[in-house]
């Protein structure tokens, strides 16, 4: 009830989609949704599989635009701990400002932690 995002599906917040019906949403409409504004917006799409993942995920949780901002085009190779970094302290100054905001922490660190994970497996294929 106390998400900023207000009702979400999918990764889909009524805030970021306000006509939409969230409650009735289907994946293959998040996925349309996601292909259009968060992919590409993102800048993922722009990155090599699978550390693109992380610049994704990161647009789906806290804005393609904050997400795309973050990635540091000057690397040779995409490093997506550093990256990932970024979104950590992002969540502890969230919270610093906001301390109500702590009970979300093991979730937003467990994501992460996820998402590590899975890229470090693709990395090995």
Known sequence: ????????????????????????LTFEDAAKIYATEYWPVSGANLLPYPGCAAVFDTGVNVGPERAKAWVDWGFP???????????????IDRIKKK??????????????????KFIEIESQN
């Open 99 to 116: 301390p109500a905001k702590r009970k979300y922490l093991a979730g937003w660190m467990a994501r992460i932690g996820d998402l590590k």
């Open 77 to 91: 190779e995409f490093d997506y701990n550093a990256y990932l970094s970024k979104r950590v302290n992002f969540y």
């Open 1 to 24: 009830p106390d998400d900023p995002g207000g009702e979400t599906k999918w990764g889909i917040s009524k805030l970021a989609h306000p006509d939409l019906d969230i409650e009735n």
